[in-house]
Nanobody, 123 residues
């Protein structure tokens, strides 16, 4: 079975940093793209960052570019999200998701999702 497992969330003070991990397994046919999303209580799901498998291009939400960095370790089948200068508004459940087909969009068509990891930014 295909599976995405996020880890690394927790409590961090404003201005602090955190690195999230997403381990992928069971993707016998691979995936077209992998991305991070987040959702805070009472708010809609927001795209954070992602990477296309075809050319390795990494893309970011405009509001987060410069603070968040996505990277990948192919040997471990794991992607990471380095989050710096965290603020309370970054508090959310962060999800990893993949496109198992080419949707043609950076932010739509994600059909496999992890369970999420909670990030809380508070003093």
């Amino acid at each position: 079975q295909v599976q995405l497992v996020e880890s690394g969330g927790g409590l961090v003070q404003p201005g602090g940093s955190l690195r999230l991990s997403c381990a992928a397994s069971g993707f016998t046919r691979g995936y077209y793209a992998i991305a991070w999303f987040r959702q805070a209580p009472g708010k809609g799901r927001e795209g954070v960052a992602g990477q296309r498998t075809s050319d390795g291009t990494t893309f970011y939400a405009n509001s987060l570019k410069g603070r968040f960095t996505m990277s990948r370790d192919n040997a471990k089948n794991t992607v990471y999200l380095q989050m710096n200068s965290l603020q309370p508004e970054d508090t959310a459940v962060y999800y990893c998701a993949t496109q198992t087909y080419a949707s043609g969009s950076n932010w739509y068509g994600y059909d496999v999702w992890g369970q999420g990891t909670q990030v809380t930014v508070s003093s």
